[in-house]
Structures are given as C-alpha cells and as structure tokens.
C-alpha cells in the first residue's frame, strides 16, 4: 500500500481509471475539484468545477462525464498548468427537475459505454427515500430505472455486463442488489438481494468489479474493503487505515492497482488517514471500464 500525495479530501469518491491517458481520476465533491494522478510518476492535480460532482467516468474522444448538482455534465479539462477550471457542459436534466437539497451521487458506464447515475437527498439525518437511479446515452436521459433510494451507491457492472449491482449506502438500508441487465436496451430487471450488510459495522458504499467477475465494495465506517463471489459470497475482507473508504477503482498499466478515496470521520483515530488516497496492489487485476460513448 502507499499514500498518494498528501492530499486529504473532503469526501474523495468516484476513482476511474483512463486507459487512453494511463492516470486515475476521483472526484472530492464539497470541494467542487476533479483529481488525477498519473501512478507512474506521481503527479497530481486538480480541476475546480462550478457545482458538485458526485461522480465522474471517462468520454471516448477525451474528457469526463459527470453527474452533478442540476444534471449531467461535460467536462473538458485541458493541460495549461495555469488554468485550474473545467469547462462544463450540461447535457441532461432528469424529467423531475433535482429538488433543493438534491445531487447526483455515485456513477460509472455500463460495458457498453451508457451513463448511469443516481440521485440522493444530501442531508442522509432525514432518511428521504427520494433517490433515483438514470441512465444517460445517445437517446437523452432516461426515465427513473430504479426509485425509493435513500443513498444511492455502489454501481458495478459484471465482465459480461449482463449483471448489474446496486447499493444503499444508508445506514437504515446497507443493502447490495443484483440485477439482470440488458445489454442492448440498457435495462435492468430481477432485483434481488445480493449482499445484505444490515449487521456490520461498514455500510456499502462505492464498488469495482474485477476480472474474475468479483464484486469489491468499500465499507464506509467500517475501514475496510469487502469482496463478494458472483453467488454474493463474502470471499475476502481488506482492512485499510482509514475508517470511512468511499470507493476503489482498478487501474494500472496491467490494471492490477486499486484506487482508494476516503471521507474524514472525524474521530482522533481516522485524523491521520481520514480523506487520504491510496493505492493497493489487490492481487487480482480488474477489467477496462468503457468510456461514455464508445
């Protein structure tokens, strides 16, 4: 394991891998920057937005794809060291306009190269089942695939892409679903359990899948990662320094690091590691996300 940098973010989420460009990219959504790192040298930096990003995935063609405060985004970051913004593009509102206290959250692309995103009301005290799940492609926004979503997380598509999983991060859900998913309309069916975190300490909350079809996901609270089989069986639990994990993404040359961003608990324990970065070597590789569009 080894810390990247000494960045310490606010609520680090959303790691993708950029084969085209070989660095990482994440996301610390109060403090509206989108991160990278290049993992062969080290370098780091970051771009400002001006709404929160929950979550970021890869464009064919360049750039990122965002689900943020009012909708989904374009970003278009450029290299000139000294211009530190993005340039934002919206491309989608859902049909029932974000409300006031509202964001996109966790997201990633299908192996088809579908957007998809969900919703949540940011204050999680009030325990709002307002959470929807989207999708984003050439047809424009979808309609809700998924609703009554508290926090919504842990999306993850399977090697083939035909099973896609689903988390409620919430503390009163804590709940992993798989889905049958349809790779050539973009839809999910057959909700059903697929890992039942209600009695442990960690919640579920951002996941990677790997080349074995395994799903990795963050135990937020809990310091630790969690890996399911296929079948939902829990197959190895990774303890990491920081109590809050957020979300782990593979990436690498050969695709055999794992990312990690993390969120500050604020407890004298997690002061060190709280919102620190790290890379792991897993001992398995992940698979190529599909960039949006391709």
Same mark, same amino acid.
């Given at each position: 394991?080894e810390?990247?940098?000494? *960045?310490k973010?606010?609520?680090g989420?959303s790691?993708?891998?950029?084969?085209a460009?070989?660095?990482?990219?994440?996301?610390d *959504? /109060?403090?509206?920057?989108?991160?990278? +790192?290049d @993992?062969?040298t080290?370098? !780091?930096r970051f771009?400002?937005? $001006?709404?929160?990003a929950?979550?970021?995935?890869t464009?064919a063609g360049g750039?990122?794809?965002?689900? %943020?405060?009012?909708?989904v985004f374009?970003l278009d970051?450029? $290299?000139?060291?000294?211009?530190?913004?993005?340039?934002?593009?919206?491309l989608a509102t @859902?049909?029932a306009?974000?409300?006031?206290?509202m964001?996109?959250?966790? #997201?990633r692309? $299908?192996?088809q190269?579908?957007?998809?995103? #969900?919703?949540m009301?940011m204050d999680?005290?009030?325990a709002? /089942?307002? #959470?929807? +799940?989207y999708?984003?492609?050439?047809?424009?926004?979808s309609?809700?695939m998924?609703?009554?979503?508290?926090t919504?997380n #842990?999306?993850?598509?399977? @090697?083939d892409?035909?099973t896609m999983?689903?988390?409620d991060?919430?503390?009163?859900?804590r %709940?992993v679903?798989?889905?049958?998913?349809d790779?050539d309309?973009?839809?999910p069916?057959n909700?059903?359990?697929f890992?039942?975190?209600?009695?442990?300490v960690?919640?579920?909350?951002?996941?990677?899948?790997d080349?074995?079809?395994?799903?990795?996901v963050c135990?937020?609270?809990g310091?630790?990662? +969690?890996?399911?089989?296929?079948q939902?069986?829990l197959?190895?639990k990774?303890?990491? @320094?920081?109590l809050?994990?957020a %979300?782990?993404?593979f990436?690498?040359?050969?695709? $055999?690091?794992l990312l990690v !961003?993390? *969120?500050?608990?604020g407890k004298p324990?997690d002061a060190e590691?709280g919102g620190?970065?790290?890379?792991?070597?897993?001992?398995?590789?992940?698979?190529?996300?599909t /960039?949006?569009g391709?």
């Amino acid at each position: 394991m080894e810390r990247v940098s000494d *960045i310490k973010c606010a609520v680090g989420e959303s790691p993708t891998w950029s084969a085209a460009e070989s660095v990482f990219y994440w996301t610390d *959504i /109060p403090a509206k920057r989108v991160w990278r +790192l290049d @993992p062969a040298t080290g370098a !780091t930096r970051f771009w400002t937005l $001006d709404e929160m990003a929950g979550c970021v995935a890869t464009r064919a063609g360049g750039g990122l794809i965002a689900g %943020m405060e009012t909708g989904v985004f374009q970003l278009d970051l450029g $290299d000139e060291v000294e211009i530190q913004a993005a340039v934002q593009t919206k491309l989608a509102t @859902p049909g029932a306009a974000l409300g006031e206290g509202m964001r996109f959250n966790d #997201g990633r692309c $299908d192996r088809q190269g579908r957007f998809w995103s #969900g919703t949540m009301f940011m204050d999680m005290g009030q325990a709002r /089942p307002v #959470g929807k +799940l989207y999708r984003y492609d050439s047809r424009g926004i979808s309609k809700p695939m998924v609703s009554d979503l508290l926090t919504q997380n #842990g999306l993850g598509f399977s @090697p083939d892409g035909r099973t896609m999983y689903l988390s409620d991060s919430h503390p009163l859900r804590r %709940m992993v679903w798989a889905f049958d998913y349809d790779i050539d309309d973009g839809v999910p069916t057959n909700q059903r359990v697929f890992a039942d975190l209600t009695k442990s300490v960690g919640r579920p909350d951002g996941a990677a899948v790997d080349s074995e079809g395994c799903y990795w996901v963050c135990g937020n609270d809990g310091g630790y990662i +969690l890996r399911f089989t296929p079948q939902g069986k829990l197959d190895r639990k990774l303890d990491v @320094p920081m109590l809050k994990p957020a %979300m782990c993404a593979f990436g690498g040359k050969n695709l $055999d690091q794992l990312l990690v !961003t993390s *969120i500050p608990s604020g407890k004298p324990e997690d002061a060190e590691w709280g919102g620190a970065v790290i890379l792991l070597e897993p001992g398995v590789k992940g698979i190529a996300e599909t /960039p949006f569009g391709a």
